[in-house]
T-cell receptor, first 112, second 112 residues
Framework: ETGVTQTPRHLVMGMTNKKSLKCEQH?????MYWYKQSAKKPLELMFV???????ENNSVPSRFSPECPNSSHLFLHLHTLQPEDSALYLC???????????FGQGTRLTVV | AQSVTQPDIHITVSEGASLELRCNYS??????LFWYVQSPGQGLQLLLK??????LVQGIKGFEAEFKRSQSSFNLRKPSVHWSDAAEYFC??????????FGKGTRLHILP
């Protein structure tokens, strides 16, 4: 248990659906991240938030929309996804002045 | 450019044998270095980290890693592996208050 909780753990959605992934941490960390991990690619950093402000967007398609309402919560809103978006989506957080990331257990997303 | 290289995609060792997983990095300054482990369908768990000081660092589960600046390496070792060590291992680099860059991972298989 790392203190970073992701829900749901598994999600199956159609290409026309809209869904959201949730990440929550109560570790007092100021930075939160979304990563994508698919079978054929290495771990890909998608978004970085520092103190609720987005500081990095690694050319992620607009069908992925992040939201960080406060330093403890991070969402990833999904709409009109493609089958190739099926992957494990990992959330992580890190403390102010630190460097190591603490990961949640991930959401296994399947787009049908 | 910052990068992390894990040259071995798969490693197979017998239970009870010693293990060394290789990691090389390219980084402008002295980086923070990490090893993470991921069991199937799970998030990443921090095994150990190096920030400064003693170049041989001890981690959880009996793992250790040695920072060698001259070789830009941070190899992970364990004197005797257990079947439960079968997982994927990620080397990562970063710096204070910045994102972490991950290698592509090495999948460890254990023979009984």
């Amino acid at each position: 248990e790392t203190g970073v909780t992701q829900t749901p753990r598994h999600l199956v959605m159609g290409m026309t659906n809209k869904k959201s992934l949730k990440c929550e941490q109560h570790l007092g960390h100021n930075a939160m991240y979304w990563y994508k991990q698919s079978a054929k690619k290495p771990l890909e950093l998608m978004f970085v938030y520092n103190f609720k402000e987005q500081t990095e967007n690694n050319s992620v398609p607009s069908r992925f929309s992040p939201e960080c309402p406060n330093s403890s919560h991070l969402f990833l809103h999904l709409h009109t996804l493609q089958p190739e978006d099926s992957a494990l989506y990992l959330c992580a957080s890190s403390p102010l002045g630190g460097a190591e990331a603490f990961f949640g257990q991930g959401t296994r997303l399947t787009v049908v | 450019a910052q990068s992390v290289t894990q040259p071995d995609i798969h490693i197979t060792v017998s239970e009870g044998a010693s293990l060394e997983l290789r990691c090389n990095y390219s980084y402008g300054a002295t980086p923070y270095l990490f090893w993470y482990v991921q069991s199937p369908g799970q998030g990443l768990q921090l095994l150990l980290k190096y920030f400064s000081g003693d170049t041989l660092v001890q981690g959880i589960k009996g793992f250790e890693a040695e920072f060698k600046r001259s070789q830009s390496s941070f190899n992970l070792r364990k004197p005797s592996v257990h079947w439960s060590d079968a997982a994927e291992y990620f080397c990562a680099v970063g710096e204070r208050d910045d994102k972490i860059i991950f290698g592509k991972g090495t999948r460890l298989h254990i023979l009984p």
